[in-house]
């Protein structure tokens, strides 16, 4: 079913999805609860938005093409994006309360401990990068056919959905960029971006279109 108007919304929600990522990390939020409640409701934006942009674009692809490939893409998307709002909701909780629990022990103690902690949002940050790999790979394949995307984004989303998930994997639990290795999140994001805009054009031209057949 054509929906040009949810496709549009959905390129366009992809993108507050990127600006409050962007918001979420540039902003010195205050060390205040207003400033913390203002950054966690900023960062969870970004999934929020992310999971209306995904169902905008499995929307898209199914209007002519639907299959396995691009349900199954929603669904690790949906999973991905829920991974990454308890990602987010754990780094600020613990940014923001482990003040109070480690004003009574030693440096090497509270040390220890915040090292500990990381290593909770640091397996959900693996959890989020390796489903959002999963469904770019299924999604690679359902768009590669699909008329106003093709194999020019389905190859590249599939070649950067595997790449995440093997450099993820080769080293747990700490991040690739901290390893040598290649961090292809910002480059996901760029071409993620991108798709959004592409996305969003798509759903505007439709829906000129319908107007004028109308």
Known sequence: MRNPGLWLGGGVAGLASIVAYLLAIAVPWPESQLG?????????AFPVF???????????????????????????????????????????AVGAGIGEFTRELDAQTARALRRGLRLVDLGLDVSWDLLMGTALVFWGVAIRKRSGLGPGWGIPIVALG???????????????GDHGLVDLGPLTGLFMLALAVRLAVLGRRAS??????A
């Open 162 to 176: 595997l790449g995440l998930i093997a450099l993820n994997a080769a080293t747990f639990p700490w991040p690739p």
């Open 208 to 213: 000129t279109e319908a107007r004028a057949t």
């Open 36 to 44: 913390t409640s203002a950054g966690l409701l900023v960062a969870a």
């Open 50 to 92: 992310g999971i209306i942009y995904s169902y905008a674009l499995c929307s898209f692809v199914a209007a002519e093409r639907d299959g396995p490939a691009n349900r199954l893409g929603f669904v690790f998307a949906v999973a991905a994006f829920s991974t990454l709002l308890a990602m987010i909701v754990v780094q600020l």
